[in-house]
């Protein structure tokens, strides 16, 4: 959420076209994401039960030298990517992207040992300071340093450290320095010795995570590609193609809240629903966490539109044309992290090809809605792709499930949940045009505590909450 709240500092001080650069960017670069990492995090938490430490020293030294190996090609060949990125005058991103990517991979086994240890406290005391010190490198880049300037104030130190032609690249720079220093933090979490590495170990391992990287590939098509593709499909030019982009990527924010409680969510419930599956009760206790799961989902989703008119604010006026696609964003991310709590069949029942089927049958979707409709309705068009893909998904992968690996959801109870969610907004709507202000934030305030009551007192959840 830390991170989130520069999001009002960007849309403020970069029009739309140059916070496009941003969106286009990152949405790249989560799919490069994936081929550094190779699904090592999931293969290590499938292993590590049953192979003990070996497994963790092993998953690192792998990821240690790929990462080396593909930072080096992007290093190499960092300014015909750039050309190929629509971005030759600014080979630089590529770099520092390259490296960001490889410090990035190399946390990613230090931060799941962390996690299956159950360590919470140094877990998020980590990350903490990776944002922290993001927030803080982005506040003296962007608004610092150029006070400093403007009132001739340590002259030395900003001729030193900032350039004004930098621009949207100390939003990259910020996260690399971040990303170093947090790196540093975990050093004593590496193996000392690379006589932990087990090749019998890792041929398994990477049998078992490179349908993932697959997977993983294919589900990033679902998630970023539209804000890709809309540089290339929309019939404008690239300022104006980036315009839209950015108000895109902006607004999109807005509908992050339910990603941010979905990535949350998988953070814990990955190596929990692990540790659970030889427990006689796991399925029950699966199916009671995909239904308080849609209950907290739901509530979000009432937040965020229900008080639209504050929301708003979080992004400045030039975003506001976007809006609209804001409900239909929080719905499919709500549905995406529905299917993220179904994925466990395929993984425990160590099936994860068919995380590749269902991801490559989401990706389809996504490429040819956006296709047939970004040059018709724009982002609008993207928006309904993706709640479109994901509500698919979820249904294919219950299909599925139910065959390899059942586990009793209540349909029946999931479906009331979602269907009030999207009765209750559009009760709202409704209402607006004969309430006025005061009484439509009472409304909206009773509408969200009735939602969330009745959930709770479902779920038999009010006597521990209230106690």
Excluded at 158 to 177: A, E, H, K, Q
Excluded at 301 to 330: C, N, Q, R, W
Aim: aromatic share 18%.
């Amino acid at each position: 959420m830390l991170n989130y709240l520069l999001v009002p500092l960007y849309v403020r001080l970069f029009v739309p076209a140059e916070y496009g650069v941003v969106t286009d960017l990152y949405a790249m670069v989560a799919f490069l994401n994936i081929v550094f990492t190779y699904g090592m995090e999931t293969a290590y938490f499938r292993n590590v039960q049953d192979r003990g430490e070996k497994v963790y020293q092993t998953a690192f030294w792998s990821l240690l030298f790929s990462s080396l190996l593909f930072t080096g090609l992007l290093l190499l060949f960092a300014q015909p990517i750039a050309t190929g990125l629509r971005y030759p005058n600014h080979p630089e991103y590529v770099r520092w992207f390259a490296l960001i990517l490889g410090l990035d991979a190399l946390a990613v086994m230090p931060f799941a040992r962390l996690r299956q240890l159950q360590k919470a406290l140094q877990f998020a005391g980590v990350k903490l300071l990776n944002i922290g010190l993001n927030i803080g490198l982005n506040l003296f880049f962007l608004l610092l340093c150029p006070w400093l300037i403007e009132n001739n104030f340590f002259t030395p130190l900003t001729d030193l450290v900032y350039r004004p032609d930098v621009g949207v690249g100390y939003i990259f720079l910020s996260n690399l320095l971040a990303n170093g220093v947090t790196l540093l933090w975990l050093l004593p979490h590496f193996p000392r010795s690379f006589a932990g590495f087990d090749g019998s170990i890792w041929r398994s391992m990477f049998v078992y995570s490179l349908p993932l990287v697959f997977a993983g590939m294919a589900g990033m098509v679902n998630e970023t590609i539209d804000r890709v593709l809309l540089k290339y499909l929309l019939p404008l030019s690239r300022e104006e193609a980036l315009h839209e982009v950015g108000v895109y990527g902006a607004v999109y924010k807005l509908a992050m809240l339910m990603s941010i409680f979905t990535q949350t969510f998988r953070t814990a419930a990955e190596p929990f629903f692990f540790q659970q599956a030889k427990n006689p009760d796991a399925t029950r206790i699966y199916a009671q966490t995909m239904h308080v799961f849609v209950l907290a989902g739901g509530t979000i989703f009432l937040g965020v539109t229900l008080f639209m008119d504050v929301a708003k604010h979080f992004v400045s006026e030039a975003y506001f044309s976007g809006l609209h696609v804001v409900p239909i964003l929080l719905l499919a991310n709500l549905f995406l992290g529905m299917y993220y709590n179904q994925s466990v069949w395929y993984k425990l029942a160590d099936k994860t090809r068919w995380g590749m089927y269902l991801s490559f049958f989401g990706a389809a979707i996504t490429l040819l809605g956006n296709w047939l409709l970004i040059p018709v309705i724009g982002y609008t068009g993207s928006a309904y792709t993706t709640l479109a893909c994901y509500f698919m998904m979820m249904g294919a992968s219950y299909w599925l499930g139910q065959k390899y690996y059942p586990v009793p959801y209540n349909l029946k109870r999931i479906g009331r949940y979602l269907a009030l969610a999207v009765l209750f907004f559009w009760l709202e709507g409704w209402l607006q045009a004969y309430l006025a202000t005061p009484a439509m934030w009472v409304l909206r305030v009773l509408l969200i505590f009735v939602y969330a009551l009745q959930g709770l007192i479902t779920e038999k959840l009010f006597k521990s909450v209230t106690s």
